[in-house]
């Protein structure tokens, strides 16, 4: 028998999911590093505690994705040695910066969350600077997101009491206006009885 073979897209589903899930497993660690900021920010602003290790933790974490990210643009082990060497410092300055911060006679002037949205700010700026020195849009965007995300935790912090607020308001409201509603149903009905 003859077989009548159907033209092939370039493009099938399995291949655009294929190339959808490359696409998310590059980006990976972009991901991963900015979820583990904001979280890092949250717990502190739940916990009243700066977390010190864990922003330091995170500041080596980029450092590596950095170097990891770009190590494949590399070709020759001076220039991979000259990007160890760049990152290694870039970081440390961070690290220095954080540690400064951390110092004990500026703790006294900043309270806990204030501290961990410096340290994410601090952690941003090293990250957008990282970004622009690799020319790398990635890590540049994920500074900006960082830096976003600073006034952003803070609007949210307020604008959550004031959603908390809004819904007891209408929580009462309607406590206030059911009751009445089903007594008045009650009345309504022929010689009022239940």
């Known amino acids: 028998m003859n077989e009548i073979k159907l033209p092939r ?14 696409f998310l497993y590059r980006q990976l660690p972009y991901i991963v590093v900015l979820v ?10 739940i916990s009243h505690q700066p977390l010190v290790g864990y922003w330091e933790f995170l500041t080596l974490a980029m450092a590596i994705v950095c170097v990891v990210t770009e190590w494949a643009k590399v070709d020759d082990r001076q220039a991979r040695w000259q990007l160890i060497l760049k990152q290694a410092l870039q970081w440390g300055a ?6 400064i911060m951390l ?18 700010m601090l952690l941003a700026l090293g990250t957008f ?20 995300a600073v006034p952003a935790i803070a ?15 209408l929580v009462g409201l309607g406590l206030t206006f059911w009751p009445r509603r089903q ?5 309504a009905r022929p010689g009022g009885v239940q």
Do not use: C, H
């Open 103 to 120: 110092l004990a006679g500026v703790q006294q002037f900043m309270p806990a969350p204030a501290t961990s949205l410096v340290l994410l």
């Open 155 to 169: 609007w949210l912090k307020q604008f959550t009491l004031f959603l908390l607020l809004g819904a007891v308001l």
């Open 36 to 45: 583990l900021a904001i979280s890092g920010v949250a717990y502190t602003n």
């Open 129 to 148: 600077l990282a970004g622009l020195n690799l020319s790398s849009l990635q890590i540049s965007f994920l500074g900006v997101a960082m830096a976003v």
């Open 183 to 187: 007594g008045d149903e009650r009345a």
């Open 94 to 99: 961070i690290l220095v910066a954080m540690n």
């Open 9 to 22: 897209d370039a493009a099938t589903p399995s291949d655009s999911a294929s190339g959808y899930r490359s």
